[in-house]
């Protein structure tokens, strides 16, 4: 028995995300924002320091952009990259984006 394809009409139609910008709150840091830009399918945040750091190796020396020119395609890599920015743990990062 051959299987007969799908019509068009009753095909899974795939839903264009939405451009969107949500506010962050991560310790250590003022309040701050995040998105997603539905043109490059990419998420994005923008950190700024609670206070202004003279330690060289503290992250929060200025503000920290993580851009959409990263092409992060995922929740938890965008996750990653403000852990890594910021030095936070990964799971505090992730909460902090979802809460």
Excluded at 13 to 22: G, M, N, Q, T, V
Excluded at 55 to 66: A, C
């Amino acid at each position: 028995m051959t299987q007969r394809p799908l019509p068009k009409s009753a095909a899974p139609a795939r839903r264009r995300a939405e451009r969107f910008e949500r506010s962050l709150a991560l310790p250590g840091w003022s309040p701050s924002t995040w998105g997603y830009d539905p043109a490059l399918e990419s998420f994005w945040a923008e950190l700024r320091p609670d206070r202004v750091a003279d330690d060289p190796g503290d992250p929060r020396r200025g503000t920290v952009l993580i851009s959409r020119d990263h092409l992060i395609t995922t929740l938890p890599g965008l996750a990653r990259a403000v852990a890594r920015s910021t030095q936070v743990g990964d799971v505090t990062a992730l909460r902090a984006l979802t809460a």
